[in-house]
């Protein structure tokens, strides 16, 4: 059973718009989330990362929002570009009684984000 | 400043071989954990090493071991290979600071195993 999901394949989105990514996660243990971006033929790289205890945290173009309610995360990408162009991988992480993550990250399936010029 | 290095890049290996992947961690890096990335999946955490012990496990059988040596490189060994095996296999390295880890992971490109 995933633990991590993102449901959306693949995304095509125009320069310029925004993109939005979504992921759901089911473990309630789960208190810290992070977003890989992944280019072919290379390993995934960080993007940006959010705890628990925010809802909102913003880096640039990139804004990663947390619903603990619900279980969801979303990733914002405003405005998109080009380069953007990438498999995009949520991820998930316990964290420890001294409030570190235990190391071991959960993906999801990974989204496809296509921007066209 | 060198990233995280994998070897070999590609190889085909035949259903019962046994395989080595090797890692170099990022300058700086201590702990090395490995993934397994099937065809249209996600990374699945294998292990992770730290101060040349298992730290910890993901749900993976006694085929697949790993070793980290002194200076942090680390290698990935699987046994009596099945089809499923395989797989691309990425290595990523953090440093583990006392106290907090962010779970930021630099990732290698990984290795493609074939198994025949």
């Known amino acids: 059973d995933q633990q991590v999901k993102q449901n959306s394949p693949s995304l095509s989105v125009q320069e310029g718009r925004i993109s939005i990514l979504n992921c759901d996660y089911t473990?309630?243990?789960?208190?810290?989330f992070l977003w890989y971006k992944k280019y072919p033929a290379e390993g995934p790289t960080f993007l940006i990362s959010i705890s628990s205890i925010k809802d909102k945290n913003e880096d640039g173009r990139f804004t990663v929002f947390l619903n603990k309610s619900a279980k969801h995360l979303s990733l914002h990408i405003v405005p998109s570009q080009p380069g953007d162009s990438a498999v995009y991988f949520c991820a998930a992480s316990a964290l420890t009684s001294y409030g570190g993550s235990q190391g071991n990250l959960i993906f999801g399936k990974g989204t496809k984000l296509s921007v066209k010029p | 400043d060198a990233g995280v290095t994998q070897s070999p890049t590609h190889l085909i290996k035949t259903r019962g071989q046994q395989v080595t992947l090797r890692c170099s961690p990022k300058?700086?890096?201590?702990?090395v954990s490995w993934y397994q990335q099937a065809l249209g999946q996600g990374p699945q955490f294998i292990f992770q090493y730290y101060e040349e012990e298992e730290r910890q496990r993901g749900n993976f059988p006694d085929r697949f071991s790993g070793h980290q040596f002194p200076n942090y490189s680390s290698e990935l060994n699987v046994n009596a290979l099945l089809l499923g095996d395989s797989a691309l296999y990425l290595c990523?390295?953090?440093?583990?600071?006392?106290?907090?880890?962010?779970?930021?992971?630099?990732f290698g490109e990984g290795s493609r195993l074939t198994v025949l």
């Open positions: 300058s700086g890096h201590d702990t």
């Open positions: 473990n309630s243990m789960f208190d810290y």
């Open positions: 990523a390295s953090s440093l583990t600071p006392t106290g907090f880890f962010t779970g930021e992971l630099f």
